[in-house]
């Protein structure tokens, strides 16, 4: 079936330094669309970046993301970590009838 | 202001007991959905609607049903709740079934079942 895989639950990052998340996918869709959503403390999830188009970087709040459908991963990448953005974040991938398909998410945690 | 509500945000209730989690959207969406969020899980589609009396089964859908009598309106509804299913529960919705350009979530009901 489809699925969608973050490898890192917990990822602790300094304040500055760059930061990575990792999202892999399997899928049986030939139309994909892959979503990084970020859900504050006490908060909703909320979409932080959209991609459909292969090899295309898309980009939002700092944050980076660039669909790579010959290696199924869709990373969440930022240059400078701020302590704002400790969250959780969710890949998810829509293929079809509207399905939203989540990974396990990930919990950011940026430190001083 | 576009918004989802979710009711009651926190619930407390006895194995057994039956429960009912309501949701509205201000935003005549035509999809909703409901998911439960537990750590290490993520997000889980437990049921989707299209539309009014127009629901299907999502990945876990088993120990639920749900009801859309109103667009704006979307229930989750457990029968005889058991312990497993202590949670916290996201309802959401989009515009159609083919925009899901982003998914416009609730705060969430955090349940407890004792």
């Known amino acids: 079936g489809d699925s969608v895989t973050q490898t890192e639950g917990l990822v602790t990052v300094t304040e500055g330094l760059p930061v990575k998340l990792n999202c892999t996918y399997q899928?049986?869709?030939?139309?994909?669309?892959f979503f990084w959503y970020v859900q504050y403390l006490n908060e909703a999830p909320q979409v932080l970046l959209k991609?459909?188009?292969?090899?295309k970087r898309t980009e939002h709040q700092g944050f980076h993301a660039t669909l790579h459908k010959s290696s199924s991963s869709f990373h969440l990448q930022k240059s400078s970590a701020q302590l704002s953005d400790s969250a959780l974040y969710y890949c998810?991938?829509?293929?079809?009838?509207?399905?939203?398909?989540f990974g396990e998410g990930t919990k950011l945690t940026v430190s001083s | 202001d576009m918004k989802v509500t979710q009711m009651p945000r926190y619930l407390i209730k006895r194995m057994g007991e039956n429960v009912l989690l309501e949701c509205g959207q201000d935003?005549?969406?035509?999809?909703m959905y409901w998911y439960r969020q537990d750590p290490g899980l993520g997000l889980q589609l437990i049921y989707i609607?299209?539309?009014?009396?127009?629901?299907s089964e999502g990945d876990i859908p088993k120990g639920y049903r749900v009801s859309r009598k109103k667009r704006e309106h979307f229930s989750l509804i457990l029968d005889s709740a058991k312990t497993n299913q202590t949670s916290v529960y996201f309802c959401?919705?989009?515009?159609?079934?083919?925009?899901?350009?982003?998914?416009?979530f609730g705060h969430g009901t955090k349940l407890s079942v004792l």
């Open positions: 959401a919705s989009s515009l159609s079934l083919f925009s899901n350009e982003r998914l416009f």
């Open positions: 899928t049986t869709y030939l139309t994909i669309a």
């Open positions: 991609s459909s188009t292969d090899n």
């Open positions: 998810a991938l829509e293929g079809g009838s509207a399905k939203l398909i």
């Open positions: 935003m005549s969406h035509e999809t």
């Open positions: 609607s299209y539309d009014v009396d127009s629901n």
